[in-house]
C-alpha cells in the first residue's frame, strides 16, 4: 500500500514519524510525498500549543475529504493530539479509521495488521527531508511541570533512551549519509536522570565525541534548561570536535516572580546573565539560542521590560517569542492576571524588533570571515547555494546565501567567506582551497 505520511509540529514528533515509516516500509507498504499518489494516509499531529492543535485539526479534515470522497480508503491519526483530546476527536471524525497515541506503534501495527513484524525497526527518512540532516531524540517526556505546558500530560515522564541504543542509531544515520545529527528531547539536560549509575548528558557527550572524533560531522545540542547547563557542560562542549558551539537554552522570562510561577524556580536572572557570559567567556562565537514568553498571567510592564533588558544586554544570536496560550489542563491557564492578546501581540513585537537589532550586531562580528558551511541547495545556473554553519541549527534559524560558480554539492562542506551580514542571514562566497 502507497502510504502518505503528514509530520506536524517539533522535530521530536519528526523522529516519531521516522520511526513510524520504518516500520510500514519493513512491513512492505511505500511512504509516497503526496496523497495523490496514496491509497492511504496517516497524520502524526501536534498538540502543544492552540495554533498546533489548530494546524493538525485543519490537516485532518482536508484528508477526511479526501476519505469520503474515496481519493484514499484508510485514514490514520496519531500523535499528540490524540494524548489530549482523543475523546472529542472520535466523537466528531467517524470516518478516520486510526487513532493511536504518540510513540504508540502497537496500535498502528494491529490497525494494518501488521501485529507479526518486529517493532521497532530503524527509522526511515521521509520523502523531502534531507539525509546529511537528521534528528535524533535521546529522550522522552519531562519531569519539570513547568505551569503552562502541556508536555508531561502528552508525553509522560523522563525517559530516557540507553547510550547504546543512541550510538547506534546516530552510526546508521552516519552511514547512511548524515552529516549533521541534532540531539533532540523534552530537557536534554534531564538525560539519564531516571537511569541512575551516574548516566548524564556529559557522559553521552563523551561517548559520542569518542566515537565520531575526526569526521567531518557536526552534532548539535537543542533543548537545554538553564537551571542544569553549568560551566562544567560549557566547557566539555567547547572542547569537543564533534559537538558544535551552539546552545539552545530556553530561558521563558527572566522575571523571578514570573519564573516561580512558571515553576521554573531554579532559573534566576543574575544566574542567566552569568551563564550566557560564560559561555562567551570560553568562545566569543559561541552560538546562543532562547525562547521567551510574553504576556504570561500578570506580567507588568516592568517585567517584561526586565526581559527585554536581559535580551539587549546578552546579546543572544537568536530569539524564539511566542504570546502565552491559557492550555487547558494546566495550572497557568487557570490563573488570575490573564493578559489579553492585543498586548501580548504588541510585547511579542516590541521583543522581535529588538532582537532584529542584536541579531544584526552579532551577525556582523563574522563578515570577512570564512566559515565551514554544510551545503543544502544549490543551483548553479543561477550561481546561487544555501547553506548553514554552527551558528545556524535546521529549520528555526538563518541562513547563508552562498555565491558560487563552483560544483559545490549538497550535504558537502564548503569554505565559505562572509560579505554581508543581514539581520537573519549571511551572504557570502566559495572560497577555493
Given at each position: 500500500m502507497d502510504i502518505f505520511l503528514l509530520s506536524l509540529g517539533c522535530s521530536k514528533n519528526?523522529?516519531?514519524?521516522e520511526r513510524l515509516a520504518g516500520m510500514l516500509?519493513?512491513?512492505?507498504?511505500?511512504?509516497?510525498?503526496?496523497?495523490?499518489?496514496?491509497?492511504?494516509?496517516?497524520?502524526?499531529?501536534?498538540?502543544?500549543?492552540?495554533?498546533?492543535?489548530?494546524?493538525?485539526?485543519?490537516?485532518?479534515?482536508?484528508?477526511?475529504?479526501?476519505?469520503?470522497?474515496?481519493?484514499?480508503?484508510f485514514l490514520g491519526v496519531v500523535g499528540c493530539l490524540v494524548n489530549r483530546f482523543e475523546e472529542s476527536l472520535k466523537a466528531e471524525l467517524d470516518s478516520v479509521d486510526l487513532w493511536a497515541r504518540a510513540g504508540d506503534l502497537d496500535a498502528v501495527a494491529r490497525a494494518l495488521s501488521l501485529s507479526g513484524k518486529d517493532l521497532p525497526p530503524p527509522p526511515l527518512l521521509l520523502p523531502g527531508h534531507p539525509i546529511w540532516s537528521r534528528y535524533l531524540k535521546i529522550s522522552e517526556g519531562c519531569n519539570n511541570l513547568c505551569s503552562y505546558c502541556t508536555i508531561p500530560m502528552i508525553r509522560g515522564t523522563l525517559k530516557s533512551r540507553p547510550r547504546s541504543e543512541i550510538l547506534r542509531e546516530a552510526e546508521d544515520m552516519v552511514s547512511l549519509g548524515a552529516r549533521e545529527i541534532c540531539l533532540v528531547g523534552q530537557d536534554l539536560t534531564s538525560y539519564g536522570a531516571d537511569m541512575g549509575n551516574g548516566v548524564s548528558l556529559s557522559g553521552l557527550i563523551g561517548d559520542i565525541d569518542t566515537r565520531f572524533r575526526g569526521e567531518a560531522l557536526w552534532f548539535r545540542l537543542l533543548y537545554l534548561h538553564p537551571s542544569r547547563v553549568d560551566a562544567a557542560l560549557i566547557e566539555k562542549i567547547a572542547s569537543s570536535q564533534i559537538?558544535?558551539?551552539?546552545?539552545?537554552?530556553?530561558?521563558?522570562?527572566?522575571?523571578?516572580?514570573?519564573?516561580?510561577?512558571?515553576?521554573?524556580?531554579?532559573?534566576?536572572?543574575?544566574?542567566?546573565?552569568?551563564?550566557?557570559?560564560?559561555?562567551r567567556s570560553v568562545d566569543p562565537d559561541f552560538a546562543l539560542r532562547t525562547t521567551v514568553m510574553v504576556g504570561y498571567p500578570g506580567e507588568s510592564e516592568s517585567?517584561?521590560?526586565?526581559?527585554?533588558?536581559?535580551?539587549?544586554?546578552?546579546?543572544?544570536?537568536?530569539?524564539?517569542?511566542f504570546p502565552f496560550y491559557p492550555e487547558e489542563g494546566t495550572p497557568a491557564a487557570l490563573m488570575t492576571g490573564q493578559i489579553p492578546d492585543e498586548l501580548k501581540m504588541e510585547r511579542l513585537e516590541r521583543v522581535t524588533s529588538l532582537q532584529e537589532r542584536v541579531s544584526l550586531r552579532r551577525q556582523k562580528l563574522f563578515e570577512g570571515r570564512t566559515m565551514d558551511v554544510l551545503v543544502e541547495n544549490v543551483d548553479l545556473s543561477e550561481e546561487y547555494a544555501e547553506g548553514r554553519s554552527f551558528r545556524e541549527a535546521p529549520e528555526v534559524d538563518g541562513l547563508i546565501e552562498i555565491s558560487t560558480r563552483n560544483a559545490i554539492v549538497p550535504g558537502e562542506f564548503a569554505k565559505v567567506r562572509i560579505i554581508e551580514a543581514l539581520e537573519h542571514d549571511l551572504l557570502g562566497e566559495v572560497v577555493l582551497e
Open positions: 519528526q523522529t516519531d514519524s516500509a519493513a512491513a512492505g507498504h511505500r511512504i509516497v510525498e503526496d496523497t495523490s499518489r496514496a491509497d492511504a494516509a496517516i497524520v502524526n499531529t501536534c498538540g502543544f500549543i492552540t495554533p498546533a492543535i489548530e494546524e493538525s485539526v485543519d490537516a485532518i479534515l482536508e484528508l477526511e475529504i479526501l476519505k469520503k470522497s474515496g481519493d484514499i480508503k559537538i558544535q558551539n551552539y546552545l539552545d537554552i530556553p530561558v521563558q522570562h527572566v522575571d523571578p516572580d514570573i519564573l516561580r510561577s512558571m515553576n521554573r524556580k531554579d532559573s534566576k536572572r543574575k544566574d542567566l546573565r552569568e551563564l550566557f557570559a560564560f559561555a517585567q517584561f521590560e526586565s526581559l527585554l533588558g536581559f535580551l539587549e544586554e546578552t546579546g543572544i544570536d537568536r530569539v524564539g517569542v
